[in-house]
């Protein structure tokens, strides 16, 4: 930590999400250190989501929910998503709340074990999120139906996709949720190993 002098660290907003300012110094590659740099953060919880496949139907199962982000940044306010959730302290480890947000979002349960994909920084440059990818297998027959807490005035609508359905989205840029094309695109990879891995029907 020699390489990162934090000068001074201030909350400067607390909502629903958090803002802190840095005042700070950092290592140059050149030798020596910067002069005094000014950053915000946006600090959020952690968080973990879980792309849904059912390897029998070879079939995905998103959800789709209001966004006000990308309405503000001038695409689809409803977007197509994997099933994610914040980790709050309290709430269990990140794989107990990947299938608790299964069951809340989607209506249905994960079979068996979660597959790690990729643990990644969705905006480095500002955030301070970390987020957990993982795979997990389903029946997609038994996906349908809105869902989501009340309490938290979610509408959350299951969308069950074939993989060829699914793939043809990304490809031609309906879906835009970073964690979901990265995710679709993993499966687009291991798809035959997952379907040989899991596939029940001869």
Same mark, same amino acid.
Do not use: N
């Given at each position: ?7 001074? =660290?201030?909350?400067?907003? #607390? ?9 700070? #110094?950092? =290592? ?5 250190? +910067?002069?005094?740099? !000014? #950053?915000? *953060?946006?600090?959020?919880? %952690? ?12 079939? *995905? ?5 209001? #966004?006000? $982000? ?5 695409? $689809? ?18 794989? !107990?709340?990947?299938? @608790?947000?299964?069951? !809340? ?27 957990? &990818?993982?795979?997990? @297998?389903?029946?997609? @027959?038994?996906? %349908? ?22 793939? =043809? ?7 835009? +949720?970073?964690?979901?094309? &990265? ?9 035959? +190993? ?7 029907? $001869?």
């Amino acid at each position: 930590m020699s390489d990162i002098d934090i000068i001074e =660290r201030e909350i400067v907003y #607390r909502g629903f999400f958090r803002i802190e300012r840095f005042r700070l #110094r950092h =290592r140059l590659y050149r030798g020596g250190m +910067s002069g005094t740099i !000014e #950053r915000e *953060v946006f600090e959020r919880d %952690h968080a973990v989501g879980v792309l849904l496949y059912d390897p029998d139907d070879d079939a *995905v199962v998103l959800v789709e929910q209001f #966004r006000l $982000p990308p309405h503000v940044a001038g695409l $689809p306010a409803w977007q197509i998503e994997i099933v994610a959730g914040i980790v709050d302290a309290g709430d269990g480890s990140e794989l !107990e709340v990947a299938r @608790r947000e299964t069951q !809340e979002e989607a209506g249905i349960a994960i079979i068996g074990d979660l597959v790690p994909v990729h643990r990644f920084m969705p905006s480095p440059g500002g955030s301070s999120e970390t987020f957990a &990818l993982y795979c997990g @297998r389903v029946e997609a @027959r038994h996906a %349908h139906g809105i869902h989501g807490l009340a309490h938290e005035h979610e509408e959350i609508k299951v969308v069950v996709l074939t993989y060829r359905e699914a793939m =043809r989205r990304l490809s031609t840029g309906v879906i835009t +949720s970073g964690p979901t094309v &990265l995710a679709l695109e993993w499966l687009g990879r291991h798809r035959a +190993s997952l379907r040989k891995r899991w596939r029940s029907k $001869p």
